[in-house]
């Protein structure tokens, strides 16, 4: 089968978001340790157990005292106090301070009843019991006080949000060792093609090394997903077998090679055979027979086999979705540059141009052909030229999507 | 022990820079499968052991054909030619082929010898062994050619390099499965402070949640480095035994708590008595009680117990240090953004502000304290305010370090 016009990108993306919308995930969320938390889509709202700080407590070393006694006193005419306890951080001070009076206090410690005022040791000077305070204080000053950061009941974290390091502090600090995480969608990963073999030094007539095993590996990793790989030759019975096998136990399909518009190639026609095929396909350049089936309610991408194509695919027409899959909403952030030459393009199809940036500045690489690796490698960001633009000229502002700026 | 005066923050760098250049770091190279290299360091130039194709290929699915056969021709007057052989992907034909002859072609398959150019399906016609072709091609249409992307022998990747997708595709087409990488180090972390519990919905007395647990571990993580954590309480001896047996099997050590410049704070005592401290307090803000030493020739990174101080000390003088480590050089990319409202400094300190920013401004956070974890939860940059400044005012344009720009 092949459908015989190709779909407009945005309209493809809108067909997949529909299927992902409407596909099954099995048990989505996961509670896992917080520990193993980092760089995970939380799937709860956090609601703080406990107050943060849990008690008005010192943000210094130094002396716990009523700011009172040191009203109107300096270096000049520092006031005299009498020591009366001394608590290290972890412990707490069972005196009831009153006038005249300083405790001892580690950073972190809770502030004894009475007093209000914390004096950095800087400005003091102890011997035996007597302590000299050289400056006025006011009440607070160096106290933490009970809820400053958290207040028990707070909202500190709202859900579907990729963790970060100090998300991770403040879902602590919350009172949980554990927390509730979408599940990492398991992505089958089906490389095609006869021609395919594994790197190694020597190569014989028409074998050609299976490079796209290694970058959709990557790539989908990239996106927070699990990937399983296998190879398989083009050959119908064979990948239909194989892919029934793999759509049971993964949440989305991803293949490469066999997508071209012509007989002879098997992908589509077998998730054709065992679903719908939605988009064969798209107005996109490089990367125009980009497909896209619904098998048992799950998404399939099918990908090109020519490792430039399939990797513009992914990220193009794939990578968001996968990162939707666990909740996660990423738009690919374009930024303004100037071309420093000209980059010719066709209406009517939306180029990814390989490019270096520098700066303000933009270069297109040089290069011909969806199979030259090279010009993923030697590039950073992609010139993007919608459909309706006849290309960019020389000291043009144009679209630019860093690479850097794919990542989550 | 404690030193005196502060050390400005680039100095500091200057110190650890130097420290690090010294380190021993036993068999910091590691061979792998190339599947598993996607965000590791490689360490070797890669000289590609074969052309890449490997042979000149056709570029589409279509016919092997010679050029000079179709000039002239057109879609009102298309040639007739003689279909000689039919290959896939992954074939080779043995045909050498003459003028009038044509080959059904894969793309990818090896053009056969006599062919010059390929002419896409969609412009023949094929009936039996007989094929019209209506265009007139030019030589060399629609063939990728032996060595276009690589050439044997060609470093086709330089070493220090963070390994992305792309450049596995290019390791495998030069013919490798496996790569040398720079080793990911081993930090051991500990988390000092006898007042500090793991998280749980009730707390009592001085009690104070780790949450530096749960941030270092992902910031160490975020570096490429792989951390052994442990806590300790504030005992000198127990902490100088544990320090000990960390420091034998780890490639450097982070602490956090007990740097206060104070009688009672074990860890920069301990690393006094091990090694040599070189910075004990620098002149950044929040932050300052940062130390730094030397023990065992491996570095020893002193962290504030406090959460926001540690993250901070962590960002400005520890990651790109564990990352160099691994040989990755990163300097953190300032850029310039207007400020909504002053942001007042202190001479002598380097300030990194908590802001938000969003497209051209960017907003300090209203907060004090350095133990509000809230506030780098909420913020999405750091402003950063040189030591020469005394602060910014509203409307100024500002140095502003994204965090999303300190991951690799």
């Known amino acids: ?132 305070v050289a400056l006025s204080l006011t009440p607070g000053e160096n106290v933490s006080f009970k809820g400053e950061d958290i207040q028990k009941e707070d909202v500190v974290l709202g859900k579907n949000r990729l963790l970060k390091a100090q998300d991770l502090a403040i879902i602590a600090s919350a009172g949980y060792s554990e927390v509730e995480v979408f599940r990492k969608p398991l992505i089958g990963v089906i490389t095609t093609g006869s021609e395919l073999v594994m790197p190694r030094p020597d190569i014989h007539d028409a074998e050609v090394i299976n490079s796209n095993h290694y970058t959709i590996k990557a790539m989908v990793e990239s996106s927070l997903a699990i990937p399983t790989l296998i190879h398989l030759e083009d050959d119908a019975p064979l990948v239909k077998k194989e892919f029934k096998k793999l759509i049971e136990t993964h949440d989305a399909i991803i293949t490469t090679g066999g997508t071209a518009i012509s007989k002879g190639d098997v992908v589509v026609d077998v998730a054709d055979e065992l679903g719908e095929v939605l988009i064969h396909g798209v107005t996109l350049r490089p990367g125009k027979p980009f497909a896209f089936a619904q098998v048992q309610n799950k998404p399939v991408f099918m990908l090109s086999g020519y490792p430039v194509a399939a990797m513009v695919q992914f990220d193009v027409m794939a990578r968001k979705h996968l990162l939707k899959m666990q909740n996660l909403e990423r738009t690919p952030l374009l930024i303004q540059k100037t071309a420093t030459r000209k980059i010719p393009s066709t209406l009517g199809r939306t180029d990814y141009v390989r490019a270096k940036t520098d700066g303000e500045f933009v270069e297109p690489l040089k290069i011909k052909g969806s199979g030259i690796i090279r010009s993923m490698v030697e590039s950073n960001c992609y010139v993007v030229i919608e459909e309706n633009l006849e290309g960019i000229g020389e000291g043009e502002l144009c679209d630019v999507l860093l690479y850097d700026s794919l990542r989550v």
């Not at 978001?17 to 989505?28: C, D, G, R, Y």
């Not at 896992?32 to 980092?38: C, R, S």
């Open 1 to 132: 089968m092949f459908l015989s016009k190709l779909t407009p990108v945005p309209k493809a993306h809108a067909i997949i978001e529909n299927t992902i919308k409407q596909a099954s995930i099995e048990n989505p969320i996961e509670k896992i340790p917080l520990e193993n938390a980092h760089q995970r889509v939380i799937a709860q709202d956090v609601t703080s157990l406990l107050d943060s700080p849990p008690f008005d407590r010192s943000a210094m070393d130094g002396y716990a005292i009523r700011a009172q006694d040191t009203f109107g006193f300096s270096q000049q005419n520092p006031v005299k106090l009498n020591i009366v306890d001394r608590i290290g951080a972890g412990s707490k001070s069972n005196v009831i301070l009153k006038s005249g009076e300083a405790v001892k206090i580690a950073t972190g410690a809770p502030i004894p009843q009475g007093a209000d005022a914390v004096v950095m040791e800087e400005y003091t000077q102890e011997e035996g019991d007597d302590l000299e």
